[in-house]
């Protein structure tokens, strides 16, 4: 257990719909990224948060955004859904604002139909 | 630019050695990182180097080669629970809030 929580662990949608995932970094961390992982496919750096403020931005679509609250706790909303968005979304933390290691939570697998 | 690159696949014995090669772009290079993921789940941390030479820890060791721009990931004593994908990222200099992913190595450990 990396001490990363995200939820929900699974979710079936609808093309067109908008859905949001939740990540709680480890605690004392204050750095949040967001991955994406397709089928047979690497990891791709979505966007990263340091202590509420935007830090870095990967392979970002304009259809999803990211914010993080005061408590550290980070959303990702994706909306107008397509197929090709079905994957596993991973959130990660660590300590720092420049990277150290980054511990990933479960993921959730988003299936879009 | 600045890509990773690993092996697609690997098969092994169990109870044999296996080593996982990665390379990269040198200039800029501040460090790399090995995960462990297993199918559906998230990666998990093995190593990092940021020094040349080898670090081992138990069945695992990484080393690292500056110069050559040359990682592998050693995994001894191979176990059936060693089928997964290995993953070596690489953290540069001025690009230092985003790691470069390589696209991983799936070992198979056959008995």
């Known amino acids: 257990d990396s001490g990363v929580t995200q939820t929900p662990k699974h979710l079936i949608t609808a093309t067109g719909q908008r859905v949001t995932l939740r990540c709680s970094p480890r605690?004392?961390?204050?750095?949040v990224y967001w991955y994406q992982q397709s089928l047979d496919q690497g990891l791709q750096f979505l966007i990263q948060?340091?202590?509420?403020?935007?830090?870095a931005k990967g392979n970002i679509l304009e259809r999803f955004s990211a914010q993080q609250f005061p408590d550290l706790h980070s959303e990702l909303n994706l909306s107008s859904l397509e197929l090709g968005d079905s994957a596993l979304y991973f959130c990660?933390?660590?300590?720092?604002?420049?990277?150290?290691?980054?511990?990933f939570g479960p993921g959730t697998r988003l299936t879009v139909l | 630019g600045q890509n990773i690159d690993q092996p697609t696949e690997m098969t092994a014995t169990e109870g044999a050695i296996v080593q996982i090669n990665c390379t990269y772009q040198?200039?800029?290079?501040?460090?790399l990182f090995w995960y462990q993921q297993h199918a559906g789940e998230a990666p998990t941390f093995l190593s990092y180097?940021?020094l040349d030479g080898l670090e081992e820890k138990g069945r695992f060791s990484s080393f690292l080669s500056r110069s050559k721009g040359y990682s592998y990931l050693l995994l001894k004593e191979l176990q059936m629970k060693d089928s997964a994908s290995y993953l070596c990222?690489?953290?540069?200099?001025?690009?230092?809030?985003?790691?470069?992913w390589g696209l991983g190595t799936s070992l198979a450990v056959n008995p």
């Open positions: 990660a933390s660590s300590g720092g604002e420049l990277i150290d290691t980054q511990y």
């Open positions: 605690s004392g961390d204050l750095s």
């Open positions: 948060y340091y202590n509420g403020e935007e830090r």
């Open positions: 040198t200039s800029g290079f501040n460090g």
């Open positions: 180097n940021v």
């Open positions: 990222a690489v953290k540069y200099a001025g690009n230092n809030r985003k790691l470069i």
